[in-house]
């Protein structure tokens, strides 16, 4: 890593001097070094969307990876990337090759459902393992919905949605507009626990509407944490010694390229192909002998899609086509006692082919209409062996999900006065789908083994959003109803790796939300309420075994507040706030939900582009940052016995900038400080009056594992 840093340093000065004789580009406004604040760029999102029902969203949120070197962590990963949402409470589990849970407005649902340019990353399985895969240096931004997306992203989860956007020069370049016919962006990190990390982003412009953008990524730490093993003891949880995690490191490989063109006839063109390869130990328990097994992941996404506006009537038409295949090989694994289920191997494969219109009208007043049809395929392959077992006791899964979802939207907008616009909007959606399984498993703890071989038509499912928004001069009201449903996951209900047996009696999960709020320049305050049904969670059935079952209905009560504001022009404060009241119901009785924290609270602020002068032709700049996230304390268990409490996370990071508008170029060089107060205990109580310290580690996912330290060196030019 150290020659990386070397050669970053050799080479940047030679393309420096090689571009001396290149023209001037042209330099937007936004690229001056002026920001706007988050609340600002929420709240003309919020307007635009009064006007445009059909393609924004009054709480749609963009979470950009362009940011001013200094003014907030450089995002390591996507999982980095979703601490920025302000509609989200986000929890981290294993450190940096961990798992990642995202809930939007409290939702109790598994995941939201995660999106690449609009093709679903959810097929047979969930989400997260396809998001973590994706290259981080092809992701230019997050577009969150907390309640409701746009009719055409054909929502198939009842927990939100965020829609990842591929990079391009625009998005992706702090220059980027220009005239330059080659832009290059060169990154390289080090940091805590041997995390090593080097990219390289190119950007081509063939012509003035055709850019092909390529990127590769190389990321690899040990990951080798010291955690606390004091034996499992409550009687003497202060007894112990420290030990560093072991079989715990990772490696991945990703990268991506992209093509964006327009086209006459076909309109706008955007091609992208991503791939993410990683090796990952899986480490022992605490205190006992390390573990020798891997898992390898690996991953193959592309994308398709054009957007045609007709200039005669404004009808726009926009077709897409996705495909994805991922895998997933267990290697070494072993079981010194009892049996442990382990996946040999696993593969997942999933089609989309989506197309959807939208024209204009002024039947009523100003209409928009909206038609959508989606149609997608899913398969799953999964050979599971038992080990220390005859081979009996081996399983295969084959199992593949067809579906075609239709939608229907249709807005009025009403604009009264020049400042005074209102506006309804209706989505409705319906799904038909059936399904082919050949299933022969047998798990040593189940009673019975069971062989399945089936052809089957599921219900349908459906969902509508009824909305209604007005924008009175800079402030939005909105008050909207929502309903959806979700389908299980292909593993869900036949099994899927690590011991997770088939349960071919869940229903799909559904949820209704009411949620009304106002948004301002300044920020945004809201209220919310909703009532979940037969939610998927996974039970255990023994020490080994677990199953997906439909265990929990529940409500959520809460609401959020938000807001940040530039001071002075270098100083911005911001803070985040949200309460839920999350009730289950089972059996008659009503608990808090387990892992539901009712207060979520981030503070931040930072100091930017604060000069220095000049070094050379460069002009140099320092910016500083500083943030808190806490919660309260939460229930791990259904019956509320056991209390967690975890400190707050205090982070803090700086970073000098060097910035030559006139050739395009940037450098900059930031440390970031994760965890500064090197928080690594939690107190956990239970309803007996036992007290006991614990470290979590990332198994329970508070608090992170110990400080971390990252510096960046990173160059465009």
């Given amino acids: 890593m150290y020659k990386i840093i070397g050669v970053l340093c050799g080479v940047f000065p030679n393309f420096i001097y090689a571009q001396n004789s290149m023209s001037i580009p042209v330099i937007s406004d936004t690229e001056k070094n002026e920001k706007t604040s988050d609340s600002k760029s929420k709240n003309q999102t919020a307007k635009d969307s009064v006007e445009n029902p059909a393609s924004l969203n009054v709480n749609q949120e963009n979470v950009s990876v362009q940011t001013l070197p200094g003014s907030a962590p450089s995002p390591k990963s996507i999982a980095d990337l979703t601490d920025k949402v302000t509609s989200a409470q986000v929890e981290h589990f294993g450190g940096e090759a961990g798992a990642l849970r995202v809930r939007l407005r409290g939702s109790r649902a598994f995941e939201p459902t995660y999106y ?93 509407h055709t850019e092909i953008f390529s990127t590769l990524d190389y990321i690899t730490s040990q990951e080798n944490y010291s955690v606390f093993n004091n034996n499992n003891s409550s009687l003497s949880a202060d007894i112990g010694t420290y030990e560093k995690l072991q079989n715990n490191d990772f490696s991945k490989t990703s990268g991506g390229i992209g093509l964006s063109s327009y086209n006459e006839f076909f309109g706008k063109i955007k091609f ?50 996705g495909f994805l295949y991922n895998t997933a090989d267990n290697k070494n694994f072993n079981s010194n006692s009892n049996f442990a289920s382990q996946a040999a191997n696993s593969t997942n494969t999933s089609v989309q082919v989506k197309t959807f219109l939208i024209l204009p009208s002024n039947l009523i007043s100003h209409e928009q209409t909206g038609v959508s049809l989606d149609f997608n395929r899913s398969e799953q392959e999964t050979n599971t062996t038992v080990p220390n077992s005859s081979s009996q006791m081996n399983s295969h899964v084959n199992v593949n999900r067809t579906e075609v979802r239709s939608a229907l939207f249709e807005a009025v907008i009403f604009p009264i006065t020049e400042q005074w616009i209102f506006s309804s909007n209706v989505n409705a959606w319906i799904s038909f789908a059936g399904a082919n399984a050949n299933m022969v498993e047998s798990y040593p703890s189940v009673d019975s083994s069971s062989s399945l071989q089936k052809s089957d038509r599921e219900k349908p499912v459906s969902g509508y959003t009824f909305s209604l928004q007005n924008k009175f001069y800079e402030m939005v009201h909105y008050i909207r109803y929502v309903k959806s ?174 910035q030559n508008t006139l050739l395009a170029q940037a450098f900059s060089l930031s440390l970031d400080i994760y965890n500064i107060a090197n928080e690594s205990f939690a107190t956990l109580s239970n309803s007996t009056g036992t007290v006991q310290s614990v470290q979590s580690n990332g198994y329970l996912g508070f608090p992170p594992p110990g400080r971390r330290v990252y510096l960046t060196l990173s160059g465009e030019f």
């Fill in 116 to 208: 690449f340019n609009g093709f679903v990353l959810t097929g047979a399985g969930s989400g997260e393992q396809n998001l973590s895969l994706l290259p981080n240096t092809f992701v230019g931004q997050l577009n969150v919905y907390p309640d409701a997306p746009p009719f055409w992203l054909s929502s198939m989860g009842i927990g939100g949605d965020i829609n990842i956007k591929s990079c391009r020069r625009i998005s992706c370049f702090y220059y980027g507009k220009n005239a330059f016919t080659n832009l290059f962006k060169l990154s390289t990190r080090i940091g805590s626990f041997g995390y090593k990390e080097a990219s390289v982003i190119h950007s081509i412009k063939i012509s003035k």
């Fill in 485 to 658: 449903q979700r389908r299980p996951y292909l593993s869900e209900v036949y099994g899927s790796p690590d011991g997770v047996i088939p349960n071919v009696n869940l229903v799909p999960e559904s949820s209704q939300k009411v949620e009304t709020g106002f948004n301002f320049p300044i920020g945004e305050i809201g209220y919310f309420y909703a009532k979940d049904t037969d939610l998927i969670f996974l039970k255990a059935i023994s020490q080994t075994t677990f199953q997906y079952d439909n265990i929990e209905d529940s409500s959520r009560n809460g609401m959020f507040l938000y807001t940040d504001y530039y001071l002075t022009k270098f100083w911005n404060i911001g803070f985040s706030y949200q309460y839920l009241l999350a009730k289950m119901h089972k059996n008659g009785e009503e608990t808090d939900v387990p892992r539901s924290a009712r207060h979520y609270f981030n503070a931040s602020t930072s100091i930017e582009n604060i000069s220095l002068g000049h070094i050379f032709s460069y002009e140099t700049k320092f910016a500083a940052y500083a943030n808190m996230n806490w919660q309260s304390s939460f229930y791990l268990d259904y019956t509320n016995s056991s209390q967690m409490d975890i400190p707050p996370i205090y982070n803090s990071g700086f970073a000098f900038s060097f």
């Fill in 272 to 321: 992208d192909l991503a791939f993410g390869l990683q090796n990952k130990g899986v480490p022992a328990e605490v205190g006992s002998q390390a573990g020798t097994q891997r898992l390898n992941r690996n991953l193959l996404l592309t994308t398709l899609s054009s957007e045609k506006i007709f200039a005669e009537n404004g009808l726009q038409w926009n077709n897409q086509i």
